[in-house]
């Protein structure tokens, strides 16, 4: 999976730009959360005083080419396809105890609380079969994506699963995953 990577910072700012895309005002429902993972940027709207009707006249023009799914009559699901992004092969040089000490010190260096766990994936054709290291990363913080992707810059391999916006703690939530020696 290491062998076929996006650029950090060009998946980044395909998330933030697709999520700005959709997290557009659109009169009597309230946006809840915004996501992005490997395909697709969604938003959840909630209705306040607005009606199915009034979103659909709205949200053609402001968000156009959106696929809108209904969860219930209270809440809508906007989402967007993202970019197709040029990969590369990249692995982390480091053994995944050594990645996840340095990535504890960068936290530490911002006052960023960070979860990381080490896990390993076993990977198979249906003829070879091998297994790779996986140091997992989340974390919680005002970084927009571009700015909190600076902090891998040291880092090779890695690779942003999901980011997801909350409107009402106004904060990112991240997962990363970074591919060890």
């Known amino acids: ?29 309230n946006q809840v959360y915004a996501e992005c993972d490997e395909t697709h940027a969604f938003v959840e709207f909630k209705r306040s005083f607005g009606t199915l009707g009034e979103f659909y006249t709205y949200a053609p023009d402001i968000i156009p080419n959106a696929f809108v799914e209904e969860i219930n009559e209270n809440t809508l699901r906007a989402r967007a396809t993202l970019p197709t992004l040029e990969t590369y092969a990249t692995q982390d ?4 105890n050594t990645i996840v000490r340095d990535i ?23 003829v070879d079969t091998v297994t790779v290291n996986v140091v997992e990363v989340g974390a919680e913080t005002k970084l927009i994506p571009m700015e ?13 699963t999901k980011c997801t916006w909350d409107v009402i703690s106004r904060s990112w939530n991240y997962e990363v995953i970074i591919y060890a020696k």
């Not at 600076?150 to 942003?160: L, P, Q, R, T």
């Open 104 to 126: 504890t010190t960068e936290f530490q260096s911002i006052n960023t609380n960070v979860d990381t766990m080490v896990v390993v994936d076993t990977l198979t054709n249906g």
């Open 93 to 96: 040089e480091r053994d995944a």
């Open 148 to 160: 909190f992707v600076k902090i891998f810059d040291d880092f090779g391999g890695v690779y942003m």
């Open 1 to 29: 999976p290491y062998e076929k990577l996006p650029n950090l910072d060009e998946r980044a700012n395909a998330c933030y730009q697709a999520i700005a895309f959709l997290m557009q005002p659109i009169p009597g429902w």
